[in-house]
């Protein structure tokens, strides 16, 4: 009984691990796919902003 009981012990799965598991499942279905348009925007450069007319600021 005992080895039965460590081995069904042996089989759940750890918290942290599982909580690991669930922190990388959201990164990579929310918050990977939007590196790429940030990385984008990111390197578009601050040409647009320091092109706007002084009288509007």
């Not at 069904?8 to 990977?32: G, H, I, M, N, V």
Request: hydrophobic share 45%.
């Amino acid at each position: 009984a005992k080895i039965a009981a460590a081995e069904e012990e042996a089989q759940r799965p750890d918290p942290f691990y599982k909580a690991k598991l669930q922190t990388a499942r959201f990164y990579f279905a929310r918050l990977l796919p939007e590196t790429l348009t940030l990385m984008n925007t990111a390197r578009s450069g601050a040409e647009v902003l320091m092109d706007t007319d002084l009288a509007l600021s």
